[in-house]
């Protein structure tokens, strides 16, 4: 994303948004992180191309960034992988090809695989249909009526 960013894919403000979201740790480069790191801990997003030009990866990314707090509510970490010759672990454990967006419960569990971009909304419908999301969710209206 900061190759992205330092190539002029994205507009001062994405990309100012691509720093805050990156010094947050809400988005991680595969090659900085594992998915066990986040097994039970958090619902990491994938997004995987072969590039950092791709425009799928860019439009990707530029959804994901207009809408970090969703995301974050949701304990969401984004990792990108835009090097297919690293074979990263994430890369590899996914079996990645092009443009894909895996989204993953916390349980380590593959909610769904896209070949497409998807806003901020469609992931956070995917994940709000999860039970364990959905108990979450009763938990913390119940703490908010007390």
Not at 26 to 45: F, G, M, N, Q
Not at 68 to 81: M, N, Q, Y
Not at 113 to 120: F, T
Not at 127 to 139: A, G, S, Y
């Amino acid at each position: 994303m900061l190759i992205a960013a330092a190539l002029g894919l994205l507009a001062p403000a994405q990309a100012a948004a691509a720093e805050t979201a990156a010094e947050d740790g809400i988005v991680l480069p595969a090659a900085e992180t594992s998915l066990d790191a986040w097994l039970w801990l958090k619902r990491p997003v994938v997004v995987f191309a072969d590039s950092p030009a791709d425009p799928r990866y860019v439009q990707q990314m530029q959804l994901i960034l207009e809408r970090t707090d969703a995301l974050d509510e949701r304990d969401v970490v984004v990792i990108t992988d835009t090097d297919p010759k690293a074979r990263s672990d994430v890369r590899q454990a996914l079996r990645a090809r092009g443009f894909m967006l895996v989204i993953i419960a916390k349980d380590g569990t593959i909610v769904t695989r896209k070949p497409a971009p998807w806003d901020v909304r469609e992931i956070s419908r995917s994940i709000d249909k999860l039970p364990l999301r959905q108990q979450e969710i009763r938990d913390r209206r119940d703490a908010l009526r007390q």
